[in-house]
């Protein structure tokens, strides 16, 4: 059973516009969540993450957001450029020694 | 700071066969963890390694093994390999799982083909 889900295996946006990127859950145990940015032949990178006490965490671009009642997270990338191509992983841990559950990961394909 | 080192990068094997790959954490990271990426699946947990224990656990059979040693480097072992073992697998540090955010870091993997 998958805990961590990213129901869009791909997405294409238009440069400047904003990418959202869905994650949902369902494990209400896990009380931190994080994004990782992938490109190819390179390893998963961290980009930014949210414990369960906040709804919202902001980085430059990209914020992500938290509805603990509806077990969701979003990634919003905004302005959307091209080098933000990559595949996107939603990640997962319950508590301070669990491991990460990751999704299976969204393509974002920003175009010029 | 060198960041996390796996090896090798690339490796093909037969069926039946068995493998052995080893990773180095970055210096002062103590918790090692390891994933397989399959197209279809996305990034599974296989293992994790602190102070020489695993601490956790992924839902994969036996075949697949581990340990780390006192320098924190680690290897992973997968023996009586079957075609669906080829993947990309990769290793992650993090300084302390018990005590920090959660935030992994990443080598670039190592490739694994079973023909």
């Known amino acids: 059973d998958q805990q961590v889900k990213q129901n869009s295996p791909s997405l294409s946006v238009q440069e400047g516009r904003i990418s959202i990127l869905n994650c949902d859950y369902t494990n209400s145990m896990f009380d931190y969540f994080l994004w990782y940015k992938k490109y190819p032949a390179e390893g998963p990178t961290f980009l930014i993450s949210?414990?369960?006490?906040?709804d919202k965490n902001e980085d430059g671009r990209f914020t992500v957001f938290l509805n603990k009642s509806a077990k969701h997270l979003s990634l919003h990338i905004v302005p959307s450029q091209p080098g933000d191509s990559a595949v996107y992983f939603c990640?997962?841990?319950?508590?301070?020694?669990?491991?990460?559950?990751f999704g299976k990961g969204t393509k974002l394909s920003v175009k010029p | 700071k060198a960041g996390v080192t796996q090896t090798p990068r690339y490796l093909i094997k037969t069926r039946g066969q068995q493998v052995t790959l080893s990773c180095s954490p970055i210096s002062g990271h103590r918790s090692v963890s390891w994933y397989q990426q399959t197209p279809g699946q996305g990034l599974q947990f296989l293992f994790e390694?602190?102070?020489?224990?695993?601490?956790n656990k992924g839902n994969f059979p036996g075949r697949f093994s581990g340990r780390q040693f006192s320098n924190s480097r680690s290897e992973m072992n997968v023996s009586t390999l079957e075609l669906g073992d080829s993947a990309l697998y990769l290793c992650?540090?993090?300084?302390?799982?018990?005590?920090?955010?959660?935030?992994?870091?990443f080598g670039e993997g190592s490739r694994l083909t079973v023909l």
């Open positions: 390694y602190f102070s020489e224990t695993q601490r």
């Open positions: 990640a997962a841990s319950a508590g301070s020694q669990g491991n990460l559950i």
């Open positions: 949210i414990s369960s006490i906040k």
């Open positions: 992650a540090s993090s300084p302390d799982r018990g005590l920090n955010t959660g935030e992994l870091f």
